[in-house]
């Protein structure tokens, strides 16, 4: 089923498309995967990611849990795939460098988050606050830039 979202803070009209829908029994409720075509399109035309790097993220996407976290080892995922430790490793860096995936560190450890502007798993609201949340933190990161760079000149 193919959607269509208006961005909140330029106006354009993002197509998406939902991919996947189930009751699921752990969490309660219904919840849906939904991919973001332009940003696929984009990630898509990159040159500079590798097959290694796509299929590295298409296993984090099917593994990763509710509102877009995944735990787990680059030995697991390198086990699961068949692709040297090394060159998981590389591939989660190139990820990290796209914006695509993002380490976390809470509570001692280590969770990769997946960008909610190519893959959401979770309920629509709880997607729409957490772009609010990530628009707040952007805001105060520019904030912040804005008087490092005005203390640095006077």
Same mark, same amino acid.
């Given at each position: !089923? ?10 354009e009209?993002l197509?998406?498309?939902? $991919?996947?829908?189930?009751? +699921? ?7 849906? !995967? ?20 796509? #299929?590295?993220?298409?296993? !984090?996407? #099917? #593994? ?9 080892r680059? $030995? $697991? ?26 380490? $976390?560190?809470?509570?001692? %450890? +280590? %969770? %990769? ?17 957490? +772009?609010?949340? #990530? ?20």
């Open positions: !089923m193919r959607i269509q979202q208006i961005d909140a803070d330029t106006g009209v197509d998406a498309t939902i $991919v996947l829908c189930f009751n +699921r029994k752990k969490i309660g409720g219904r919840f849906c !995967m939904l991919f973001q075509d332009d940003a696929w399109d984009t990630l898509l035309q990159d040159r500079e990611l590798t097959f290694s790097a796509l #299929r590295v993220l298409m296993f !984090m996407i #099917r #593994r990763m849990d509710f509102e877009n976290y995944l735990q787990i680059q $030995v $697991v995922i390198s086990e699961k795939l068949g692709i040297a430790q090394p060159n998981v490793s590389t591939a989660i860096k190139l990820l990290v460098n796209k914006g695509v995936v993002e380490i $976390v560190n809470r509570e001692g %450890y +280590r %969770y %990769y988050h997946l960008n909610a502007d190519y893959v959401w798993k979770g309920r629509a609201k709880t997607l729409q606050h957490h +772009r609010e949340q #990530r628009g707040q933190q952007a805001e105060l990161g520019r904030r912040k830039l804005e008087l490092s760079e005005g203390g640095l000149s006077a």
